[in-house]
């Protein structure tokens, strides 16, 4: 575990840690942003507040049905803790609640008594906040992963990476606002009869529009975060991706396949084939993970301004 903190001036911010994957596949990945933007008292209004939003993640009552959750809690203007959650598309309402629950507890541990945390694992995130987290938060930290193993034609395998997201991002973005859900998954043939496999995700609450910008705005880290990399991640809270050159997610219904030219960057005219067959194969990867965090930080006072982070932050696992 590693963590470090940095202030700068009108900001108090930022807080991070990272930590090695637990046993559970699904549960790799997990992640920890603490935010400096304060800290409540224990056994506060804002502490009793927190429990009651978080303890909500596990009821069944709530909106995490489509596997996205908003809830607010407490008196508006003072003390009120609001909190969202998200998990996968293809993930279960039980393994989505299992998971944002474990999300809290990561959070409280990983943040004692600070006002606002958000972290997760492979397919959930969670993030909490003493203002409003609905709608698209447009400034906000990233977070990557990507897995070591490089490719030896990156050039072609990220033609043929760019082109899936791209087509999984309108999919996901125009998605039927009624389905409460802003997610695709599909698979498209690489160089060296190599399959890439992707999903993408919006929180159900933006629009297509902003869902559009945000994905783009991820896609835009991947020579930062993933040259040449066979897999990578890129979280923020309100969209992300993957991709792996191994199938790690439960193909729907829609899951897509797209065929491109087998020439490769020359022709960009994808068509594609929906897909009603399921096939589920776990690969398995090993080595040092690097992992970066960019982060913004709000400020709300009188008046809120934000200011753009010039962070950096990079550590390597085992
Ligand atoms: C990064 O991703 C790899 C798989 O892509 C995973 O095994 C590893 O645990 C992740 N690293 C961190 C720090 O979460
Ligand atoms: C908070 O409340 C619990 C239970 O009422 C008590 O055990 C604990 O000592 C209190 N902590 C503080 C810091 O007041
Ligand atoms: C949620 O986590 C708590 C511990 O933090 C545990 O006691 C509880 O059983 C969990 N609930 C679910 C539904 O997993
Ligand atoms: C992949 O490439 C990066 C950057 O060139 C290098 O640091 C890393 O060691 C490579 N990974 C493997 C498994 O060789
Ligand atoms: C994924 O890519 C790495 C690096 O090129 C390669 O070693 C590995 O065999 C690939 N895995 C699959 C399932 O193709
Ligand atoms: C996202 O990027 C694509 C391709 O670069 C572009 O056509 C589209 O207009 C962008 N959408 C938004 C909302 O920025
Ligand atoms: C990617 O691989 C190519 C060819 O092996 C190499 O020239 C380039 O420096 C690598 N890029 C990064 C960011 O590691
Ligand atoms: C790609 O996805 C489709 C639809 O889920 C599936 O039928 C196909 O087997 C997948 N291709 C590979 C190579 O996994």
Known sequence: MVSQ???????????????????????????????????????STYDTNLKVVLSRLTTSNTKIDYGFYSYAYGQEGSDRVYATGICRGDVTPHACRTCLNNSASLLLK?????????????????????????GYQEYNFWVYNSTEANVTDWHQYSYVLNNLLATLRVKAATTDPSLNRKYASGNATAPNSQTIY???????????????????RTFSKIPECCNNRSG???????????????????????????????????SPSPSIEPSTTAKSSQGTHHGILTLIIYQTCKLVHLYIFIIRFIYLFSLKIW
Not at 8 to 15: I, K
Not at 110 to 134: E, F, M, R, V
Not at 198 to 216: I, K, R, Y
């Open 5 to 43: 903190t940095q202030n700068l001036p009108f900001s108090l911010c930022l807080l991070l840690f990272i930590s090695q994957a637990s046993a559970k596949p699904e549960y790799e990945n997990r992640y920890a942003v603490c935010y400096t933007t304060g800290e409540y008292a224990p056994n």
């Open 232 to 266: 990578g991640r890129v979280i923020r809270s309100t969209c992300d991706f993957r991709y792996e050159n191994y199938s790690f997610y439960k193909p729907m219904p829609d899951t897509l396949t797209l065929q491109l030219s087998p020439q490769g960057p020359p």
């Open 110 to 134: 990983q943040c004692p008594n600070k006002n606002q945390a958000q972290g997760g694992y492979d397919i959930c995130k969670l993030h909490y906040a003493y203002y409003s987290l609905d």
């Open 198 to 216: 992707a999903v993408v995700q919006c929180n159900p609450d933006l629009t297509a529009g902003e869902c559009n910008d945000c994905l783009n």
